[in-house]
């Protein structure tokens, strides 16, 4: 009952702070800020930031160049945590949500990938935008303005990277193994997430990641440097980039934590410290001059903590935004701790931090964060917004498409009407979590395949369920004479085969 009552006092909250009182990340209606350009609402994102940077000290920028960004009183600019994820429906990981809050979780990209379905794939954005916007906004108001971490408004998805290797465990975060196809889903994703009704303003920034040549396995992508081709690296891996920042117009991109050496980039930099990738081919060669690089978790530290491409984390801070990777993601806030002893030795030039910093602020502009609530339509998204009808239907729709048959010997399928005995195995039947892949928000139901095949049948169909192994892994077999026992009484035996990535 006392959730219940905060829940609907955070909901009237976010309904009656519809106007110049609603919580705010930044404070453009107080002086003396509200007469500083960067409040005017008049200019340009790019006139707005170059006046905002300019009034920063040398320490207030660098405290912006982390995903933790601390707050600038004197300006009115709450703090802001950068780090969200949205990679099938807005992500509750790491969230302080607090609340009984519910949204929608989409099929997780690698099912997405299997309809073929841009105009699908866009309208998924486009929901996960929308409830990303109510989770913001509901979050801004029980912290007053402050930004929390998982509700931000920009969001380090989608995944663009190629699926090539089972042995990677994150295939299931992205759309594929074809470039042309990461290419068109990729780029339907981001422009869901980022346009809406209204042309001015970006609704939620969206993080094409992991920045490049990346699928190996995971376990060795903190110190492993892939050794590519030219042909190999514009033909097979930056396609779906380039179509990220050229067609989908991105507002982020992720470096991988992996490196790479090619003819071009001979050292094999880490992609964080990678000059050649960052600069030259995203910033020069795509024309992504405005984007925003956030590495990775602890990117930037691994350049020297596990890459061991410099030896010192100065030199790791350093070196990565030289190559203009503008935020470091990570609780061991390499940047924060460690770019004012890099200025003092020379290692970095004030304008490269103040740089970054304005590419940083342009897209929080551009979301509408330094304008006041009632010129910003997407201010006003609420609760209301969350885990609709309309979306549950588009979630339904979006499985419904994901369903790839790879065979039907023997005619197997559908199955008749009259089985009376029907055996469900495996560890997976029965598993909610397995569900919901990685990166999953906080859906209001869950329906188990154990459950929704019990709700299927007939009632007077037996259904014997047994786990036969313990987990995915099946090294508990204790139950395994049980599930043969149950396969040879039945009529039709189903066994639902699932990973867990975060298991791998």
């Not at 304008?371 to 910003?376: G, L, R, S, Y």
């Not at 095949?453 to 036969?468: C, D, E, Q, Y």
Request: hydrophobic share 40%.
């Amino acid at each position: 009952l006392i959730m219940a009552v905060k829940w609907l006092l955070l909901v009237l909250l976010v309904g009656i702070c519809n106007a110049d009182n609603f919580p705010r990340s930044v404070d453009c209606q107080s002086m003396p800020q509200k007469g500083y350009r960067f409040c005017d609402a008049k200019l340009t994102p790019e006139e707005r930031a170059t006046d905002l940077v300019s009034r920063l000290n040398l320490s207030e920028q660098i405290g912006q160049t982390w995903t933790i960004a601390p707050a600038i009183s004197r300006l009115g600019i709450n703090a802001y945590n950068w780090r969200s994820n949205c990679v099938h429906g807005w992500s509750a990981s790491g969230g302080h949500w607090g609340l009984d809050m519910k949204w929608t979780v989409f099929p997780a990209p690698i099912g997405l990938g299997a309809t073929f379905d841009v105009d699908l794939v866009r309208a998924v954005g486009e929901a996960t935008a929308d409830e990303g916007r109510a989770l913001h906004n509901l979050m801004l108001a029980k912290y007053n303005g402050t930004s929390t971490e998982a509700a931000a408004l920009n969001c380090f998805s989608p995944n663009v990277n190629l699926f090539r290797d089972p042995r990677w465990g994150r295939g299931e975060e992205t759309f594929g193994e074809d470039p042309f196809v990461l290419s068109q889903l990729g780029v339907a994703y981001t422009r869901g997430l980022q346009e809406g009704s209204d042309p001015h303003y970006v609704k939620v920034v969206a993080c094409a990641k992991h920045y490049v040549v990346h699928s190996g396995r995971d376990n060795d992508r903190a110190h492993f440097t892939a050794n590519t081709t030219m042909h190999d690296l514009y033909d097979t891996y930056l396609p779906a980039f380039k179509s990220q920042v050229i067609g989908g117009k991105v507002g982020q991109i992720m470096p991988a934590y992996s490196g790479v050496r090619c003819k071009l980039a001979p050292d094999g930099a880490p992609d964080c410290a990678n000059k050649f990738i960052l600069k030259t081919v995203l910033r020069e060669q795509f024309g992504g001059h405005n984007i925003s690089v956030c590495s990775d978790n602890g990117g930037v530290s691994e350049v020297h903590n596990t890459h061991h491409y410099v030896d010192s984390d100065v030199l790791a801070a350093a070196v990565s935004i030289n190559a203009t990777t503008d935020l470091d993601l990570g609780h061991d806030a390499i940047y924060f701790n460690n770019l004012e002893k890099a200025v003092q030795d020379h290692f970095v030039a004030p304008e490269t931090i103040a740089e970054s910093v304005w590419r940083n602020f342009y897209w929080r502009i551009r979301l509408g964060d330094f304008d006041p609530a009632d010129m910003v339509s997407y201010q006003s998204i609420g609760a209301d917004h969350l885990n609709t009808k309309a979306n549950q239907e588009l979630n339904l729709l979006s499985a419904r498409e994901s369903i790839v048959l790879l065979k039907n010997q023997d005619g197997t399928l559908p199955l008749k009407k009259n089985l009376h005995n029907i055996a469900v195995i495996g560890p997976n039947a029965d598993d909610s979590r397995v569900l919901l892949s990685n990166y999953e928000g906080i859906p209001s139901t869950i329906t188990t395949v154990l459950e929704g095949i019990k709700a299927t049948v007939s009632s007077s169909a037996n259904v014997m369920f047994s786990l036969g192994c313990a987990d995915t892994a099946c090294k508990d077999k204790h139950k395994f004479d049980d599930a043969l026992v149950a396969a040879k009484n039945a009529d039709v035996t189903l066994d639902p085969v699932f990973f867990d990535a975060w298991k791998v």
